[in-house]
């Protein structure tokens, strides 16, 4: 799944296992649920910037690294975005390449950095150490800590849902995580599931992930800070201080483009009822789908038991929680 929907899926639905469970963390998650949300997609993302200017309205478009031709809002031209910071003009490649993999640790690494790739084993170690730290030097609250289990959620479904971990049974359509069953998995993921079987109100929880702060511990688990606590002492690779300014700069970008994204994200998942009187979703969605009708797209997602992979990537996620709580048994609570 792709973008947002995905990941707070992931996120809440991880969530209510971990609450199940009866994990003291859950107690920590429901208590600072805006950063836990936000660092289950902004603490991971952080290529979530625009592509591009549309020349006709002024308003940044686009996703990131991914080239926008013409405007997704009027169809006119546009012009490349690029952040401005200390009198250069830093572009969405750069951004992408310069964090991305810092961010998502076992996978997402630029070339010239794969040596920074980490195993699934060492970033157990690693999340037991940023956990640590997060109620050791970045309290006294817990919305760090909970930020922090948010930015797990991320780590573990893109590893699952892209296939860098084992673990996950779903082929729907023409694979796990393709071009053409994520708007299948975003829109049934929002609408069947979300909205009516969850009750979720996504306008809400999309403004939660915008809105809340950023967490200083997002550098120290980025390695964009200087070295210090349980990290620095068992990781000392990768600690690039340096960045930090510059980093601080694109978290800040990244909030505020995710609130100007998230009602187009809204109007872009929201079915509706067509002329024929069935649930009808974007066409451009549609197509992207290989042409199927929202009804069609459901009935693939059943097929192909992805609400079940859904709850699979939950568990699997706490699964991850209870193997961290092992390594620091802080995490037992109380909180």
Not at 153 to 161: Q, S
Request: charged share 20%; glycine share 10%.
């Amino acid at each position: 799944m792709s973008g947002p929907i995905g990941h707070l899926a992931y996120a809440l639905l991880a969530a209510r296992a971990a609450e199940r469970r009866g994990l003291a963390l859950a107690r920590v998650i429901h208590a600072n649920l805006s950063s836990y949300l936000s660092g289950a997609y902004l603490g991971c993302d952080v290529q979530t910037v625009p592509n591009a200017i549309c020349l006709d309205t002024g308003v940044p478009v686009g996703h990131g690294p991914v080239t926008v031709a013409r405007s997704p809002l009027t169809g006119g031209a546009v012009k490349p975005w690029t952040l401005s910071f200390e009198g250069r003009e830093i572009t969405p490649r750069e951004i992408h390449d310069t964090f991305y993999g810092r961010a998502h640790l076992i996978l997402g690494w630029s070339e010239r950095e794969k040596a920074g790739v980490i195993s699934w084993s060492q970033y157990l170690d690693y999340a037991a150490d940023v956990a640590g730290d997060a109620i050791e030097l970045f309290g006294p609250g817990r919305s760090s800590l909970s930020w922090v289990l948010g930015w797990m959620t991320h780590v573990t479904g893109d590893g699952l849902i892209k296939s860098v971990l084992d673990g996950l049974n779903l082929h729907l359509l023409d694979g796990k995580y393709t071009a053409t069953n994520r708007p299948i998995q975003d829109l049934v993921t929002f609408n069947a599931i979300g909205r009516v079987e969850l009750g979720l109100d996504w306008p809400g929880l999309l403004d939660q992930v915008a809105e809340a702060a950023v967490e200083p511990v997002q550098l120290h688990y980025m390695r964009c800070a200087r070295s210090q606590g349980r990290l620095g002492a068992h990781f000392h690779e990768g600690w690039e201080p340096e960045l930090e300014p510059l980093l601080r700069a694109v978290l800040a970008e990244n909030h505020r483009y995710q609130k100007i994204l998230n009602p187009r994200l809204v109007r872009e998942m929201t079915v509706t009822t067509g002329s024929d009187g069935k649930p009808a979703c974007d066409p451009a969605l549609s197509s992207a789908a290989g042409g199927l009708s929202y009804p069609e797209m459901v009935a693939a997602a059943d097929e192909a038991g992805f609400r079940e992979a859904l709850l699979e990537i939950a568990e699997l996620i706490v699964d991850g929680f209870e193997k961290v709580i092992a390594k620091e048994e802080r995490l037992l609570g109380p909180f």
